[in-house]
């Protein structure tokens, strides 16, 4: 019963660095969405996806990049990483019909540019 | 643009305090409004979902309240206990942005016993 699984959970990067942010979910939902936290300020949304293929901005998607080649990952990356990216990003899932009850949220990633 | 607010930031009770967390949203067009636990280092879990046409939803020992017109909302635990420690957060789905969620910034809770 994983739900949503992320992977890292915890990453350090050197400014400039690349890395990808990995987000599964074995419950066949059609929406995935890529938030950061930070501290005080709750979670912003990044980017989402409303099905394969599909992917769209939110709130503070610069510096992000994502893919949904398969229903069940939603893939974040950054291509050039820096400081301001210092945060714990959060990845959830929700069916079509979201009622609300059923958003499902992964355990975060940890991740710090120096 | 919507704009969530959760206060206090941080909140330290005796255990078997009632307490009361506050959410306040700037525009009332709204779908939803659901409160979230956050336990540290782990995501986030759903505690209550009030839908925009109701005033109220209970679990237990937790009561959530909503005031659309007003924009507010509060969140009651009653009878609290050191297991309620961690952060609550308060999100709202706006009327007209499909299923994306406009969170506060939370509300640190510690019950010491």
């Known amino acids: 019963n994983a739900g949503v699984t992320q992977t890292p959970k915890f990453r350090v990067l050197k400014t400039g660095q690349s890395m990808t942010l990995l987000c599964a979910q074995d419950?066949?939902?059609?929406?995935m969405y890529w938030y950061r936290q930070d501290p005080g300020m709750g979670l912003r949304l990044i980017h989402y996806?409303?099905?394969?293929?599909?992917?769209a901005k939110g709130e503070v998607p610069d510096g992000y990049n994502v893919s949904r080649l398969k229903k069940q990952n939603f893939l974040l990356g950054l291509e050039s990483a820096a400081p301001s990216q210092t945060s714990v990003y959060f990845c959830?899932?929700?069916?079509?019909?979201?009622?609300?009850?059923?958003?499902?949220f992964g355990e975060g990633s940890w991740l710090t540019v120096v | 643009k919507q704009e969530v607010t959760q206060i206090p930031a941080a909140l330290s009770v005796p255990e078997g305090e009632n307490l009361v967390l506050n959410c306040s949203f700037t525009?009332?067009?709204?779908?939803?409004l659901q409160w979230f636990r956050q336990d540290p280092g782990k995501g986030l879990t759903s505690l209550l979902l009030?839908?925009?046409?109701?005033r109220e939803q209970t679990s237990g020992r937790l009561n959530a309240s909503l005031d659309k017109s007003s924009g507010r909302s509060t969140l009651y635990i009653a009878a609290s206990q050191p297991g309620d420690s961690a952060t609550y957060l308060c999100?709202?789905?706006?009327?007209?942005?499909?299923?994306?969620?406009?969170f506060g910034g939370g509300t640190r809770l510690m019950v010491k016993p």
């Open positions: 419950m066949n939902h059609e929406y």
């Open positions: 959830a899932s929700t069916d079509r019909y979201y009622s609300g009850n059923t958003i499902y």
């Open positions: 996806s409303v099905g394969e293929g599909t992917t």
């Open positions: 009030i839908q925009s046409s109701q």
């Open positions: 999100a709202v789905r706006p009327a007209n942005a499909g299923n994306m969620l406009t």
């Open positions: 525009d009332s067009a709204i779908y939803n």
